[in-house]
């Protein structure tokens, strides 16, 4: 079973900064990444397609019941929670109740939050309208994990950061620079 895994939730602007997280890191990047982007989940194949340039790590868009491996990126496709089922981790769809954004970076956080302490957490809270993923942050830096949230002068819209924050004021806060920073030194390479 995975036992370390990176969270990133990210609205308005979102798209770009992913691209530049993923073309930083390393082909040897050991840690699994689960993305909460708010996208129609129409478009979420073609944007994979376009994600994948970024990275040589494997990408997908996440479909129920999908085992989390190391090395691997997940795009979530609707309303994604994280179970740990027969000793893996995988990610179930979640009943869409009536939300604002989706996929809701609060559901797969919240899930996240839940899971046992032996595996390790890091949840991003990226560029985005709203308060999207502040819930979910708070539970899961209550839950022992590491939380960073994008700087306003870094941010295209610093709604969702800025709520995160004021939630979690212990949090780290950084430019995307800091954030792919913190990724590799929070990530680990495969030997």
Do not use: W
């Not at 994948?52 to 085992?67: C, F, N, P």
């Not at 949840?123 to 999207?132: A, E, K, P, R, W």
């Amino acid at each position: 079973m995975v036992k370390k895994f990176i969270l990133i939730g990210a609205s308005t602007g979102g798209p770009g900064r992913l691209h530049t997280i993923l073309e930083e890191l390393p082909h040897n990047f050991c840690s699994a990444i689960i993305i909460a982007q708010h996208m129609v989940p129409l478009f979420i194949p073609s944007f994979v397609k376009q994600l994948s340039v970024s990275t040589s790590l494997e990408i997908q868009a996440v479909y129920d019941g999908i085992e989390i491996l190391p090395s691997n990126v997940y795009v979530c496709s609707g309303e994604c929670k994280l179970i740990e089922k027969e000793g893996r981790l995988c990610v179930v769809y979640a009943e869409p109740p009536e939300l604002l954004y989706s996929p809701n970076v609060d559901t797969l956080f919240l899930s996240a939050a839940e899971l046992s302490r032996s595996i390790e957490k890091m949840g991003i809270i990226l560029t985005g309208i709203g308060d999207d993923g502040a819930k979910g942050s708070k539970a899961l830096f209550d839950a022992g994990g590491v939380c960073m949230f994008e700087s306003e002068e870094s941010a295209t819209v610093y709604g969702m950061p800025r709520c995160a924050i004021e939630l979690v004021p212990q949090g780290k806060v950084g430019s995307m620079s800091q954030i792919i920073e913190a990724i590799l030194d929070f990530g680990e390479k495969c030997v």
